[in-house]
């Protein structure tokens, strides 16, 4: 299932963003969901992870403690919110679902949607 990640924009450094990602239910409560950035001239990488039973979430070095993943069911939406930007957050943020397992990390994609630019820039 390809998913599409929103809510990036333009924020100051020191700032916020809460990015939000749209999934089927039986996706959110079946496969674990990831979200990855692929800044300009480098590779995707992800960035946090959590569980299809919501257990288990995963950080990226870079934003342990300033990141925070949370599914909301009455929405069906995986949302990523990220305080204390820096600029070298600047990237494409994407979201994607396990195609194979409940588990983090996510590392098998079926398909990538569009990414949501944040740029972090005074």
């Known amino acids: 299932v390809q998913l599409q990640a929103s809510g990036g924009g333009l924020v100051r450094p020191g700032g916020s963003l809460r990015l939000s990602c749209v999934a089927p239910?039986?996706?959110?409560?079946?496969?674990?969901i990831g979200w990855f950035r692929q800044a300009p001239g480098k590779e995707r990488e992800a960035v946090s992870c959590?569980?299809?039973?919501?257990?288990?979430?995963f950080y990226e070095d870079s934003v342990k403690g300033r990141a925070t993943i949370s599914k909301d069911y009455t929405s069906n939406t995986v949302r990523l919110q990220v305080d204390s930007l820096k600029p070298e957050d600047t990237a494409v943020y994407y979201c994607?679902?396990?195609?194979?397992?409940?588990?983090?990390?996510?590392?098998?994609?079926?398909?990538w949607g569009q990414g949501t630019l944040v740029t972090v820039s005074s």
């Open positions: 994607a679902a396990e195609a194979l397992s409940d588990s983090c990390p996510v590392l098998t994609v079926s398909s």
């Open positions: 239910e039986v996706t959110l409560r079946s496969y674990a």
């Open positions: 959590i569980s299809a039973d919501d257990g288990t979430t």
